[in-house]
């Protein structure tokens, strides 16, 4: 079983960042792929940005440029960098995991409660 908490969302001007956190805790966390997913108002809920094991990392086109993903194993935390944040951007983030190392594509096993990031324009 694996446990995750994320952190640091809130409110943001446009064109501001925010970093997100997502302590994970229960298993190796050097062994789990790692995402961050959101889900904006009226939207079904989408993939933002995924690492694996290895190391490979995937993002959203709507993202790239602007985000970055990255994990601390010491901490066993993976974070989600926000740069340039958009209105559109506003939606609650979800920290997910899967037992699958090289996963980079859901459906992933574990997942956090979400933090609302709320990018005002």
């Known amino acids: 079983q694996v446990q995750l908490i994320e952190s640091g969302g809130g409110l943001v001007q446009a064109g501001g960042s925010l970093r997100l956190a997502c302590a994970a805790s229960g298993r190796s966390f050097s062994s789990l792929a790692m995402a961050w997913f959101r889900q904006r108002p009226g939207k079904e809920r989408e993939s933002v940005a995924a690492?694996?094991?290895?190391?490979?990392?995937r993002y959203a086109d709507s993202v790239k440029g602007r985000f970055t993903i990255s994990r601390d194993r010491a901490k066993n935390t993976v974070y989600l960098q926000m740069n340039s944040l958009k209105p559109e951007d506003t939606a609650v983030y979800y920290c997910?995991?899967?037992?699958?190392?090289?996963?980079?594509?859901?459906?992933?096993?574990?997942w956090g409660q979400g933090t609302q990031v709320t990018v005002s324009s």
């Open positions: 690492f694996s094991w290895s190391g490979n990392s």
């Open positions: 997910a995991a899967d037992p699958d190392p090289f996963k980079t594509r859901g459906p992933y096993d574990y």
